[in-house]
């Protein structure tokens, strides 16, 4: 019988979760308004309008930042107590941070060679994306839950 998770888990992940739903949202808002008003510095390395005005900022037509707000909404759903004590959600929470991070690759692969720029507010999203990760991995390793049939 799995065991339940340690009492940092919840509160630490949907922390985390709501950090980047803030920084998605933030990153929509400013894509959809203006994207040179976004409080970064235009320097040749870092650049955050020629990061999010990029053929990279777009997948299929749909900005990464409201990609971004999707997936942290569902990750805040996901990381609530009442979803930490259903076992059933295990694998789509760790599922879905998998998914996160390989975008997250994605996109800094893309910034770094592909754009040539880097965003200061996308590398806040990456880093959040990555402790999230991290946290929920970690949590249902030492968990031990069962594997799906």
Do not use: K
């Not at 998770?5 to 803030?22: C, E, H, K, M, Q």
């Not at 990464?64 to 805040?76: D, H, N, Q, R, Y």
């Not at 997250?104 to 965003?119: K, M, P």
């Amino acid at each position: 019988m799995p065991a339940e998770p340690r009492r940092w888990v919840a509160p630490s992940t949907v922390a985390l979760a709501a950090a980047g739903l803030a920084l998605s949202a933030y990153l929509t808002v400013e894509h959809f308004r203006d994207p040179d008003t976004l409080a970064c510095p235009a320097t040749a390395t870092v650049n955050c309008a020629r990061v999010t005005t990029s053929a990279q900022a777009t997948l299929l037509g749909v900005p990464v930042a409201v990609l971004g707000v999707v997936f942290f909404v569902a990750m805040v759903l996901a990381c609530l107590p009442f979803a930490w004590r259903d076992l059933r959600l295990t694998w789509v929470r760790a599922a879905l941070a998998g998914v996160g991070v390989g975008f997250v690759i994605y996109l800094v692969y893309a910034e770094l060679f592909l754009v040539g720029s880097i965003c200061l507010w996308c590398t806040a999203v990456h880093a959040v994306t990555l402790a999230l990760f991290a946290a929920v991995a970690f949590a249902t390793a030492a968990r031990g839950v069962p594997r799906p049939r």
